[in-house]
């Protein structure tokens, strides 16, 4: 009698495992659509998240890197390494 609620148990498992193994697939695919969309212009490094990452599934925003800004003045998508107060070092160099 206690066998088929095991197996039932089992199957459920298995089920939980299956979908959060292609929930990940899925966001690691997003993922790289992202790093190849947007870039650093400054050094050229991928953009490793999205804006809303933490975000349910649905809400994730593909249009916008959260890891890299725009520069005020070309707006331009720049890495944390290469903007200071909003402005690149591209911008910053050439004023």
């Known amino acids: 009698m206690l066998d088929w609620k095991k197996k039932v148990d089992r199957i ?4 939980r495992l299956i979908s959060k193994k292609r929930t990940e697939e899925r966001k690691i695919n997003k993922l790289s659509v992202v790093g ?3 870039i650093c212009h400054v050094c050229g ?3 490793e998240k999205t804006k809303g990452e ?3 599934q649905e ?5 916008t890197p959260g890891d890299l800004f725009r520069c005020k003045i070309c707006e331009k998508w720049t890495c944390s ?3 200071y107060k909003g402005i690149c070092k591209i911008c910053a ?3």
């Open 54 to 56: 933490s975000l349910p």
């Open 12 to 15: 459920w498992k298995q089920r």
């Open 93 to 95: 160099e050439s004023i």
């Open 81 to 83: 390494e290469h903007i």
């Open 36 to 38: 190849y969309t947007f």
């Open 59 to 63: 809400n994730i925003d593909l249009s």
């Open 45 to 47: 490094k991928p953009s």
